[in-house]
């Protein structure tokens, strides 16, 4: 593959986050295995070529189709075509999984969003509570009355 063969970047560019890389690869291995950084680096570079590869044979299925955007079918046709059949079924599970999980997702901001509006008024008092809270959780549990409180107290005590 020439470098120059992701649209208009060099080779050098096209890279995936190397913390995460490393994390997948450790947890993919046995606690008391190690692996040295080249092997690492290798790893991930593997990596990258395996999802240029994919990306283009998607491109090419994609095309073949007059369509202008890939879609996962055009990925799982990619596998098949590229001789990774048998990683179908289990990349379709991960994807109906990935969309299961983001309609979760959205469903719960949705939740979050609506019927929660407030009022000024509502969000100011809620505000309040919650600084009262965090002021009795800083002084170990015992609350210590704020201006507002002291002067009613001391107005209470001034009446009795």
Known sequence: MDP????????????LPKATMTKIIKEMLP???????????????????FIN??????????????????????????????GFGEYVEEVYAAYEQHKYETM??????????????????????????MFAEARARMNGGVSVPQPKQLEETQQTSLQS
């Open 4 to 15: 120059m063969d992701i649209v208009g970047k060099s080779k050098e560019d096209a890279s």
């Open 31 to 49: 606690a008391d295995v190690r692996v040295a950084r080249d092997a690492q680096d290798l790893l991930i570079e593997c990596c990258v070529e």
């Open 53 to 82: 590869l994919i990306s283009s044979e998607s491109n090419e299925v994609c095309n073949k189709e007059d369509k202008r955007t890939i879609a996962p079918e055009h990925v799982l046709k990619a596998l098949q075509v590229l």
């Open 104 to 129: 979760q997702d959205s469903q719960r901001s949705v939740k979050m969003n609506s019927g929660a509006e407030m009022t000024e008024e509502e969000a100011a008092a809620e505000q309040q509570r």
